[in-house]
């Protein structure tokens, strides 16, 4: 398991393992946020049994699958919103934590200029460069 921290209260990580959960808990997260969809894992790593292990270790569990197709305004929406409203920091995965990395880049635009964003992903070694004509364009409809 390989945690990125993108802010203080913001980390993504490839696909974790029940065996994965505790050293989670350990490091303090309250939530924990599955973006991978079922369809793209074998039974042992799909968000039910992830699910189940998260919740028993005392952490909250929430799944927001997101694709390519599902990656929509309202689902950047939701992410930041499950991020932003809970009492500590929150571990977000998927595949390999880009799509975790995409997601919350998207939902900074009002906040953060593109170049910060693109700089807190790159820092946790998630290159989004070509994400810039997309946050440029939703920063100047949030300015």
């Not at 303090?28 to 968000?47: A, K, Y």
């Not at 005392?58 to 009492?87: D, F, I, K, W």
């Amino acid at each position: 398991m390989e945690i990125r921290p993108i802010t203080p209260r913001y980390a993504v990580s490839p696909q974790i393992s029940v065996e994965d959960v505790q050293t989670i808990a350990d490091l303090g997260f309250v939530r924990v946020i599955c973006n991978r969809p079922n369809s793209e894992v074998p039974m042992d790593l799909q968000s039910d049994a992830i699910g189940q292990a998260v919740r028993a270790a005392g952490m909250e569990y929430e799944v927001l699958e997101l694709t390519h197709q599902t990656m929509t305004p309202e689902n950047v929406a939701l992410q930041r919103e499950l991020a932003e409203r809970c009492s500590g920091p929150v571990l977000a995965y998927c595949a390999s934590g880009t799509r975790c990395s995409v997601v919350w880049a998207l939902g900074q635009c009002d906040r953060m200029s593109t170049d910060d964003i693109l700089d807190a992903t790159t820092k946790a070694g998630y290159a989004l460069e070509n994400l810039r004509p997309a946050l440029d364009q939703l920063r100047s409809v949030s300015d």
